[in-house]
């Protein structure tokens, strides 16, 4: 059973848009929401993170928005740019129980091209 | 800073050789994670070490050993692999248990080829 879904395999945005990724989670027991963004053959690279307490985190051209109640994330991506390219995969992250660690559950992924 | 090191990027090996990943990071972090990622699907985690003990295993064959030998460093010993153990290993660390807001950062990962 998928607990963080990412619904589009793919996306393609003119540079200069708005890129907008979505995600839904199952698990009420998630409380802390991350975006890793991914090129081929590297790790993730950290992006943008939101607590379940917030509604909204901005950072840069980066924004997340958080609708608790649908149990579902989007990120923003205002202006995309052909560099912005990549996988990006939503992460939710829960305590793992009995072993005091939280750990992070992933969405599959959703490749963006922004196209120049 | 927020650099995880990973050694060595690429690593081939035969199904009876012994190999060890290496996973470094300066962060003051308390937990390390070893995660595999096939292509086109989310890395799985595979141990989790939290102030260098082992807090998860998800159940993960024992053909994979990891070790905590400091808090700054993490191996993941590779014995007797098969082919379909090829992927791309990742190691995070995150500053560590008890933290609902914990963030993990990766490495870039060692591409492992198992002939």
């Known amino acids: 059973d998928q607990q963080v879904k990412q619904n589009s395999p793919s996306l393609s945005v003119q540079e200069g848009r708005i890129s907008i990724l979505n995600c839904d989670y199952t698990?009420?027991?998630?409380?802390?929401f991350l975006w890793y963004k991914k090129y081929p053959a590297e790790g993730p690279t950290f992006l943008i993170s939101i607590s379940s307490i917030k509604d909204k985190n901005e950072d840069g051209r980066f924004t997340v928005f958080l609708n608790k109640s649908a149990k579902h994330l989007s990120l923003h991506i205002v202006p995309s740019q052909p560099g912005d390219s990549a996988v990006y995969f939503c992460a939710a992250s829960a305590l793992y129980s009995g072993a005091g660690s939280y750990q992070l559950t992933f969405g599959k992924g959703t490749k963006l091209s922004v196209i120049p | 800073d927020t650099e995880v090191t990973q050694t060595p990027k690429h690593l081939v090996m035969g199904m009876t050789n012994k190999k060890s990943l290496k996973c470094e990071q300066h962060m003051g972090h308390r937990a390390m994670y070893w995660y595999k990622q096939k292509a086109k699907k989310p890395p799985e985690l595979m141990f989790v070490?939290?102030?260098?003990?082992?807090?998860i295993n998800e159940s993960v064959p024992s053909r994979f050993s990891p070790e905590c030998p400091n808090s700054s460093l993490l191996n993941l010993h590779l014995h007797a692999l098969q082919p379909e153990d090829s992927a791309l290993y990742l190691c995070a660390s995150s500053q560590g248990p008890g933290d609902s807001t914990d963030t993990q950062y990766f490495g870039p990962g060692t591409r492992l080829t198992v002939l």
């Open positions: 070490y939290s102030y260098e003990k082992l807090s």
């Open positions: 698990n009420s027991m998630f409380d802390y």
